[in-house]
């Protein structure tokens, strides 16, 4: 039989580990509904799950927590139920707030939030392969993979190196990136093609060249036409 209680914590403070603030903090419990269910044919059987919303107190970053224990979980040595926390969205203490992208493609703001997740989530294999998606999206978006030859006669690379060479002939990247481009192509193939993990730390530092890569590309001049443009409409104005 279940039994459904609601709010028995409301109010109540947990430590939880904030993605916000990057540390544990003190967490409001705002709402709470606790379901016991004990075994039918075993009278000392249980499980128990609680389900909080709960609110940092320090930045007001909201979260889901879960709560489960049952009978098979006393410590015999303290005669208490241990616990097993569950925190929604998934985090850790190397958590990466992605960043806001205002003038992505909405293919590769996808391609970019969902590597996010991954790595947040701990999907290492799965991050190296939406790295090299990323640079696969860019490619694609900028149609590298054709480049204008000295003669007038196209050139067509349908591999990922040489779309990452076009990137740089198109002189949409710096020489200097498109070396950095090629270390994320090989950092994906490893994952891809030969189940390899790379470290969260590798992946870390991936992420953050990929975010330059992007500023680069689609914010960077983005905000520079917009900015001549109120220069123009200023001068219109005078």
């Not at 039989?1 to 914590?9: A, H, L, Q």
Request: hydrophobic share 30%.
């Amino acid at each position: 039989m279940g039994i459904d209680t609601e709010n028995k914590s409301k109010g109540d403070i947990c430590k939880v580990l904030c993605t916000d603030c990057k540390h544990e903090t003190n967490h409001e419990v705002l709402y709470s509904l606790l379901l016991h269910k004990k075994e039918e044919f075993e009278e000392y059987s249980w499980h128990e799950d609680e389900y909080q919303v709960v609110r940092c107190l320090g930045c007001n970053e909201i979260s889901f927590r879960i709560i489960k224990s049952d009978s098979e979980l006393q410590n015999l040595e303290t005669g208490y139920y241990d616990v097993a926390e569950i925190i929604y969205p998934r985090r850790t203490k190397e958590t990466i707030n992605g960043k806001i992208y205002l003038n992505l493609p909405s293919t590769i703001k996808t391609l970019y939030n969902e590597t996010i997740d991954c790595y947040n989530n701990n999907i290492l294999l799965l991050c190296a392969a939406g790295l090299r998606s990323l640079i696969e999206g860019i490619c694609q978006d900028k149609e590298s993979g054709t480049v204008l030859k000295d003669d007038g006669t196209k050139n067509i690379s349908k591999n990922l190196e040489g779309k990452i060479n076009g990137l740089y002939k198109k002189g949409i990247l710096t020489e200097d990136y498109a070396k950095v481009l090629h270390e994320h192509r090989y950092l994906g193939n490893k994952a891809v093609h030969e189940l390899s993990i790379p470290s969260r730390s590798e992946l870390e530092l991936a992420i953050g060249i990929i975010e330059h890569i992007l500023d680069s590309i689609y914010e960077i001049p983005a905000k520079g036409n917009k900015l001549m443009h109120l220069r123009k409409r200023a001068g219109d104005k005078t």
